[in-house]
Structures are given as C-alpha cells and as structure tokens.
C-alpha cells in the first residue's frame, strides 16, 4: 500500500513539474509576441450575454500600450482599463455578443487605444466564457499615412 502511496506521490510531483514549466513557456512566448493581448473571462448578465470581461492574462506589449503595470491590469475588468469603454460600449458589446454565439471569430477593427494611440483590434471566442484580445498597435503607420495625405496634398512650404 506504501508503494502505491509513493508512486502516486511521484506522479503527482512530476505533473507538477510538467505544469509549471508549461507555463513559464506559455508567458515566454506571450510576452515574446509584440501584439498586445489580454485574456479575459466573460462577465454575463442575467441573459447570459457577455458584458463586459476581467482581464486574467496580459502580456508585456499590453503593458506597454497600457502604460500599466501586470498588477494593474489583471483582474480589473475591461471597462475599467479601457478608457473610452463607455464611448465604444454598443460597439463592444456587439462583438462580445457575436463572440459568444461564435467558437472561434476574429472581430478586427481599428479604434483609438488610449490618447494618441491607435490600434487593431482582434477578438476571439476561446471557451465559452472566456474570450482573448489581440490589439496591433498601429500607432506609427496611422501617423505616417497622415504625413504622407498631408503631404500629397499640401506644399510644404506654403501649406
């Protein structure tokens, strides 16, 4: 009984091990991406549709977008860190709702991250409650593709 005991000591010890080398891999390689992305899970109301999300995961470059700290992003729901929130709501309550009827959709749209920032937006339906963001931070190109259109259209020494 003491051997079976023991045997089953030691698998548990090593899928322990398993487990949390798996997820030193999985973090490596979230915070490796240079998109940002942040996994939420779904808050439904009575209907049970998604209404907003608390944010379970985020990688670096969603830090960096943020201008937040991990601990100041994970946990906090959606409408919290997500400044213009109330300004998007009918518009993100659309895609959470399409998400959720959906196993698997990709919603990409460009919308104003935070202050000057500018992003593409991806989300997608994981498990059901659980949804994950993925925003290409299109900061650089928006202003430069302004440049370039006041540029074609202006001279630059008269305006």
Do not use: P
């Not at 608390?54 to 991990?70: K, P, R």
């Not at 399409?98 to 339906?125: P, T």
């Not at 440049?147 to 202006?154: C, E, I």
Request: aromatic content about 8%; hydrophobic content about 40%; overall charge negative.
């Amino acid at each position: 009984m003491d051997d079976e005991i023991n045997i089953v000591v030691d698998k548990l010890i090593n899928t322990e091990i398993h487990l949390q080398e798996e997820e030193k891999n999985y973090t490596n390689i979230l915070n490796a991406m240079s998109n940002s992305f942040f996994h939420l899970k779904a808050i439904m109301n009575n209907e049970g549709e998604y209404i907003d999300g608390v944010i379970i995961d985020v990688n670096f470059a969603g830090t960096e977008l943020l201008g937040l700290s991990q601990e100041d992003i994970i946990n906090n729901k959606l409408s919290d860190i997500y400044q213009n929130f109330s300004r998007d709501k009918d518009k993100i309550l659309e895609i959470l709702t399409r998400i959720k009827d959906s196993k698997s959709e990709c919603i990409a749209q460009e919308i104003n991250i935070v202050d000057d920032k500018w992003g593409v937006v991806s989300v997608y339906s994981l498990n059901k409650g659980y949804f994950s963001i993925i925003v290409n931070d299109v900061t650089e190109i928006k202003k430069y593709a302004e440049d370039m259109t006041y540029l074609a259209n202006y001279d630059t020494l008269t305006n």
